[in-house]
């Protein structure tokens, strides 16, 4: 296996608005990981659910979930990432909030994207402040794109661009809270985003119910550059590690070169 990189994904139910109850189960989730990893992925909001109270729930970047995941990645000597509720002040001293993912390194070191397609069907856009700025990665010489649940429905936004004549990432990685009632869409969407971008796609959904009344089933996965599903858990709590191997992704390219017909663009907002 040529340059392997492995992740931890956990697919877990959330305790509504309750952050200390939250990081205390997923700290008991990572503390009974045995084999060895290097990437751990939570879901989208792991400390709070999906929430529109962000003026209850939001902390800063020194907050006390910041600081767990720093604790956390240190002591495990990996990377965490997942999104959580984020504020910054403004010049003018208000408040904006943002569904952050961040993507945190053993050495305390410290990456985010703020979700660009906020769920309006929720509200989501009437209380956070969308991103305007991919993050792609780096770790073991792979390249990982970090995007956050109603994202996936956005194709353009992730779409594998060139850089240096080569595709500038092997690996998207979604956080989510995607309810039941459109799972369909979650599991195909994410078997398309590896298809059309020649990359593996990890997505990490929650499971249970939340205090809105929604139903999350999971349907976790892991698909390679050609859409075949390598991890798939429904309808339960489930901590799996999976390794993934580089050389795939370029075999693929290598074989199939559609990257090279892709059309260029620009995002513009």
Not at 163 to 178: H, M, S, T
Request: aromatic share 10%; proline share 4%; with cysteine.
């Amino acid at each position: 296996m040529s340059n392997p990189l492995t992740l931890t994904l956990i697919q877990s139910s959330l305790h509504w608005e309750d952050k200390s109850g939250n990081l205390q189960m997923f700290e008991e989730k990572i503390n009974a990981i045995k084999e060895k990893t290097e990437i751990i992925v939570l879901p989208e909001m792991f400390s709070t659910g999906f929430s529109m109270h962000p003026q209850q729930l939001a902390e800063t970047m020194d907050g006390e979930t910041v600081q767990w995941m720093k604790n956390m990645a240190s002591k495990k000597r990996v990377i965490i990432t997942g999104s959580l509720i984020i504020s910054e002040a403004t010049e003018n001293n208000s408040l904006k909030y943002y569904n952050r993912m961040l993507w945190v390194l053993p050495n305390g070191e410290v990456g985010y994207y703020d979700k660009r397609h906020l769920f309006a069907y929720a509200g989501e856009d009437k209380e956070y402040t969308p991103g305007n700025k991919r993050l792609i990665a780096s770790v073991k010489g792979w390249k990982v794109l970090l995007l956050v649940c109603y994202d996936l429905r956005y194709p353009v936004w992730s779409r594998q661009q060139m850089k240096d004549g080569q595709p500038e990432y092997d690996l998207i990685i979604y956080v989510a809270n995607w309810p039941d009632r459109r799972s369909h869409s979650w599991r195909t969407l994410l078997q398309a985003r590896a298809i059309e971008n020649q990359c593996f796609v990890a997505g990490v959904n929650r499971v249970g119910e939340d205090a809105p009344g929604n139903h999350y089933i999971g349907d976790s996965m892991v698909a390679d550059p050609l859409g075949e599903v390598l991890y798939h858990q429904k309808d339960e709590e489930d901590v799996f590690t999976i390794t993934l191997d580089k050389t795939r992704v370029e075999t693929v390219r290598e074989k199939l070169p559609f990257w090279k017909d892709a059309d260029g663009f620009q995002v513009i907002d």
